[in-house]
């Protein structure tokens, strides 16, 4: 992320740094030829110290100057960061005063007992520009949820802190919210948002009085592309995945959304059909195509005008789910998986996506038991004990859930599977063209055997169907 607002500048700092260090050398020269060759030696090394930790200091406001740090507002809270450095033995001074003193410390004689720890803390302050540029531009990006499917039952907290960060009305800094940057305990850097407002009656603050971002955590994110604010994961996105992993349309291309163009299951009808010869009403379905969709399709011998039964297979859902499956089971590690599933992205998926699919869904006392199969506990339960463990199972999760009952992530496996056999089963459905179950008549109940011609799209021919 780029910034074009002004930077942090402080120029006057470095001119004087410089001026201080003009005066040094000029002393140097003058204690050359006036002292003693001992003390002379023990001037210039005091000054060679002093004049390194001017180096120091001037490279450090040289370095805050070359970042970019965002609008002015922004800008404004990093100055005070480095105006500020609060010293163990508790005064505070600006960052590149503690460079200068640092420096001049380790350059002692013999060496400091500290000197790991008073170098890792001048590390720290010289590298301090590019952390807090950094990790500025990876909080931004956290928190920014414009144009964003956020998840609205997630934790309030960083959610605030985005609404502060944006400036939203009622939100801003100076509106009973604020924020600020400061060094970590642990060569960091924090960001810390507080404040609390009444809006619309409502009253709005963070659950701890304060919410604290830390640059570590912020690269975390960053690193492993996982989000603080939480979206609502695409269910499209989920069953396009798992139909492209399951290789049931063969031949079929997918984007980068793993959409897919093409493909056909037709050669493949009878891994998928209900089991038996060809009844209409049970195994299959009937359905009236004019003759000149079937010549569309690319039947030859036919009459346009008339109508002809076109059979159809009848799809096994059971036969589909068992297709699927391990592609579905992959899919569900990622949300629910107690070692590398992610807990927040899980809750959200569920709360937003197929819990709500539940209102509609009536599902039956039996398949809550085949769902809760493999607790030996349920088979002895009534029916009913069995409708209120299901439904306190698939009731809402809350946003501070730290982890999942086996219930919950029995129901979560079971809603998510059939959720995407479903629409896979739809697809299947639109493409009688695949699902023929054999020859097809006309009104006076003519067979007509007549051949394929192979021509056109097949995208064409369902295209026509659904029309039709």
Known sequence: MSYQQPRYINESQADLFQNMQNKIDNAVLTTKTTIARQKYRADVEMNQN??????????????????????????????????????????????????????????QKPKPENYGELKAELDFINGSPDLVK??????????????????????????????????????APGQGFDYKIRRGANNDIEYVFSGSATINGKEFKFSDGEYVLNSKTLQDYEDTNTDIIQGIPSETNQINSVIRDSNLFKGAEYDDDDVRTGGSFEDEIDLYR???????????????????????????????????????????????????????????????????GDIDRARSYWNNRLAPSLGTEVMEINEIREAFGDFDEVASMSDDDVKSLWAEATGAWPSNLKELTPYQRAAFHKVYTDRAVNQVISEMNKDPFARQAGTFVDEEQEVKTAGKIVSGERKNIQKTLEIE
Do not use: C, H
């Open 134 to 171: 950094n990790s500025l531009e990876n909080m931004v990006s956290q928190l920014d949820i414009k144009d964003r499917d956020i998840d609205m039952t997630g934790n309030s907290d960083p959610i605030l802190a985005s609404y502060i960060l944006g400036g939203k009305a009622g939100f």
């Open 274 to 340: 209900m089991e038996g010869d060809p009844v209409p009403g049970e195994t299959t379905t009937v359905m009236k195509v004019k003759g000149s969709v079937l010549q569309r399709m690319g039947y030859s011998n036919v009459d346009p005008d008339k109508e002809y039964d076109f059979e159809t297979w009848n799809i096994d859902a059971t036969k589909v789910r068992d297709a699927m499956q391990q592609s579905i089971n992959t899919n569900i590690a990622g949300f629910i998986d107690p070692a590398s």
């Open 50 to 107: 002093i004049v390194e930790a001017g180096n120091a200091s001037a490279e450090l406001i040289k370095d805050i100057n070359n970042q970019n740090y965002g609008d002015e507002f922004r800008t404004s809270k990093v100055d005070a960061l480095f105006d500020n450095y609060e010293t163990a033995d508790g005064r505070t001074i600006s960052w590149a005063e503690r460079a200068k003193e640092l420096t001049m410390e380790m350059r």
